[in-house]
């Protein structure tokens, strides 16, 4: 990797985190359908776990993505690193 394929994928990262949040929205919303068919009695039971079902597999991908975000950060931080001493060490042996 270098640097600019490290912030191509911090760009995707980002995209895939807006398009989690509006699934975060969605899902929040079957929650609330749940708990109103809930009151309703209508198969409570079954709802239920569906709605908790739906709500596990997508907490379950937020850890992941929150890893993945910090690693792509740091990888930046270390390409850029090395491009900044890479460019002193150039700037240094041309004078």
Not at 33 to 38: E, I, K, P, S, V
Not at 76 to 87: A, G, I, K, L, S
Request: charged share 35%; proline share 1%; net charge negative.
């Amino acid at each position: 990797k270098d640097l600019t394929s490290v912030n191509i994928l911090l760009k995707k990262q980002q995209m895939l985190e807006r398009e989690m949040a509006v699934r975060e929205k969605e899902v929040e919303a079957i929650q609330a359908q749940a708990t109103a068919l809930a009151q309703e009695d209508q198969g409570a039971g079954e709802v239920e776990r569906t709605s908790r079902a739906v709500e596990e597999k997508f907490r379950a991908l937020c850890q992941p993505m929150k890893e993945r975000c910090q690693r792509l950060q740091a990888s930046r931080e270390q390409h850029q690193f090395h491009r900044d001493v890479e460019d002193e060490i150039l700037w240094v042996t041309e004078r």
